[in-house]
């Protein structure tokens, strides 16, 4: 009986520690659950920025559809493939992560790599949460990358793939799908031209997602006058495919240099059950005249499905290829020859659940003594801002000058009692009629009124001088106030910010494992875990299978338990067709088990038969302070 892969139902950030790692798995539906073109054949994405006549395509496969904003990592593989699907070797292949300045995304190593022995060029991006310049446009747009290729004669291919990014939520707001784009032909031509285009909605386990309604779109429809044969919106069919038409009219001698120069973007969309959208998109190459076009595709399906063999020594996965022409018509009795490369091999190892639990209570031991000292800290700050607070306003001036100004209060009290007793005495003498004296006291009240007057004005000038004083000191007294604000709402974020990580830590849903992958760069001696099943049992690294009358075949495939998430290869099926060869490959990543993935016991896969010597994969790392 087989039993469901492992299924991604924890939290984005759980489901990006699972995903990262060096470029570890690839393959839809399992532990590492890729985005590849397993259903793209080996002919048909193709990109066309300054597309011309050229018989080469790209085709990017992606680890994992999906990056977490809090910190990430995924494999790129662009294979460099001839018009019928053949890789080529010793070329360099270009890669660039559009509006990498804002949305913190970075190629780990050189963005040009030359194609290997199967035209396949692997790049590593890392996306840095502290680079991020807005969160939210990140969120809502994606990471576009885009692959180009010039040939020896200067002519240019290319070919774009969406990377969508998740906050570090709950596991709802995940896309339950992810979408893949194919076209049956890698160039259309200026002078008209039709194509078929296939979108393939795809769920978490790598299984085709039937009666889903999915949208197409033609960027830059009103410009290059590409239209859809029919609706923009189609649902998916039992194998999770929609087919649209679409036609290039000859386009006008004014238009055919732009159309060349941009080639032909389509974006394609679905929104699962919990209303979150899922965008893919890819670019068709336009030519201005007619050159070699491929013979046919070959297209993979898989099931989804993944089951140990009796002994438990192996997985072993159930798979389908489709032959057709360049028509979509079925090629029966095509006998198609299936072999296996190995792509990608990691060292590291797995931990458990239980050891999670550990390494988090090792992040947050440090963290809460931190938020205590924190906390002890702003409340000292808060006190001595509440003491600046209620300080009066004063200074060794004011103080100066409040007694200056008392000690002229009281002189001119003073003066106006002596002038009081001189007015009394005048008045006196003059009922006397004692003109000596009435001459006397007059001089007196002109004497004490003048130096009255000379107080007053003194007194102004040292009220003055007090207001003057009195602002010096409340400015200085409000800056001392701001000052110590500051410091208070600094501890405040500190504070918070601590307390946020810590909330992030202890409410993060961990999944049962967590992989550390460190890519092994020379695999020269690393040995082929995967093999294909024949009717018999046995198990071979190549196979020729002979198509139905449907133009299909099925196969399985099987590899030992422990080399499950530690190698991604590439499946390469070759028929030919008219004297031609047809080629198509499958990225597949060796994956794991949902019930042995969840397990607590030791399972074979949690080290890795290359070693273990790899860096520790903190989940937690991207939500420290």
């Not at 984005?12 to 699972?18: E, G, K, N, P, W």
């Not at 990262?20 to 890729?34: E, I, K, L, R, T």
């Not at 006549?53 to 990017?60: D, G, P, R, V």
């Not at 990580?501 to 890519?519: F, T, W």
């Amino acid at each position: 009986m087989k039993k469901k892969e492992i299924s991604f139902k924890f939290s984005a950030v759980a489901l990006a520690v699972l995903l990262a790692g060096c470029g570890g798995g690839g393959s839809d539906g399992y532990y590492n659950n890729g985005s590849s073109s397993t259903e793209s054949g080996g002919s048909i994405n193709n990109g066309g920025s300054n597309a011309v006549e050229t018989n080469y395509h790209l085709i990017i496969n992606a680890s994992k559809p999906q990056l977490v904003v809090t910190g990430d990592t995924a494999v790129i593989t662009v294979k460099l493939a001839d018009v019928n699907g053949g890789g080529v070797s010793g070329e360099s292949v270009v890669l660039a992560v559009e509006d990498t300045i804002n949305n913190g995304v970075t190629i780990e190593g050189s963005s040009n790599v030359k194609s290997d022995e199967n035209g396949n060029a692997i790049f590593t991006i890392r996306l840095t949460p502290s680079n991020v310049k807005n969160i939210s446009e990140l969120l809502r747009d994606g990471i576009r990358l885009n692959a180009i290729y010039k040939d020896a004669a200067g002519k240019l291919t290319s070919q774009t793939r969406i990377l969508e990014v998740v906050d570090s939520v709950q596991s709802s707001n995940i896309a339950q799908y992810h979408l893949d784009i194919a076209v049956n032909k890698p160039t259309l031509v200026v002078t008209g031209d039709n194509a078929i285009v296939t979108v393939k909605a795809i769920d978490e386990n790598g299984g085709g997602v039937s009666g889903r309604e999915v949208t197409l779109s033609i960027v830059d429809t009103k410009t290059n006058k590409v239209t859809i044969n029919g609706s923009s919106v189609g649902i998916t069919d039992s194998n999770g495919n929609i087919k649209y038409n679409i036609t290039l009219p000859t386009v006008p001698d004014s238009l055919v240099s732009n159309i060349i120069d941009s080639g032909i973007t389509l974006d394609a969309k679905i929104v699962d059950g919990n209303q979150v959208v899922s965008k893919q998109s890819i670019k068709i190459n336009v030519s201005k005249g007619v050159i070699e076009q491929p013979i046919g595709n070959i297209t993979f399906g898989k099931s989804g499905e993944l089951a140990k063999t009796a002994d438990a020594l192996y997985y072993r996965e159930a798979l389908s290829a489709h032959v057709v022409d360049i028509d979509g018509k079925p090629l029966p009795n095509y006998r198609v020859t299936m072999s296996i490369d190995l792509l990608r091999a990691g060292r590291g190892y797995f931990q458990t659940k239980a050891q999670l639990d550990g390494t988090r209570n090792i992040r947050l031991n440090p963290l809460r003594a931190n938020l205590n000292t924190q906390n002890s800290n702003l409340r000292q700050q808060e006190s001595l801002l509440a003491s600046i607070q209620g300080e009066p306003v004063q200074s060794a001036e004011i103080t100066r000058l409040q007694n200056e100004i008392a000690t002229v209060e009281q002189q001119i009290r003073d003066q106006r009692s002596l002038l009081a007793k001189a007015q009394t005495n005048l008045e006196l003498a003059q009922n006397r009629k004692n003109e000596p004296f009435i001459q006397q006291y007059q001089a007196e009240i002109i004497s004490i009124n003048g130096e009255i007057a000379q107080l007053n004005l003194r007194l102004e000038g040292l009220r003055v001088k007090l207001t003057t004083a009195i602002a010096s000191a409340t400015a200085e007294k409000q800056q001392r106030i701001n000052q110590q604000t500051n410091i208070v709402n600094d501890l405040k974020n500190q504070t918070q910010t601590i307390a946020d990580a810590i909330k992030s830590i202890e409410s993060l849903v961990l999944p049962s494992r967590v992989q550390s992958y460190c890519e092994i760069v020379d695999k020269s001696n690393v040995q082929l875990a995967t093999g294909f099943v024949d009717p018999q049992g046995n198990v071979s690294p190549t196979f020729t299978y002979t198509t139905d009358s449907t133009g299909k075949f099925n196969f399985s495939v099987q590899y030992l338990r422990q080399y499950a998430g530690w190698q991604t290869v590439e499946f390469k099926a070759k028929t030919s067709v008219s004297t031609k060869d047809l080629n198509s490959s499958l990225v597949y990543g060796l994956g794991l088990l949902k019930e042995d993935f969840d397990s607590e016991a030791g399972q074979p896969f949690d080290e890795s038969p290359y070693g273990q010597n790899c860096a520790l994969n903190d989940p937690f790392a991207g939500l420290l302070p």
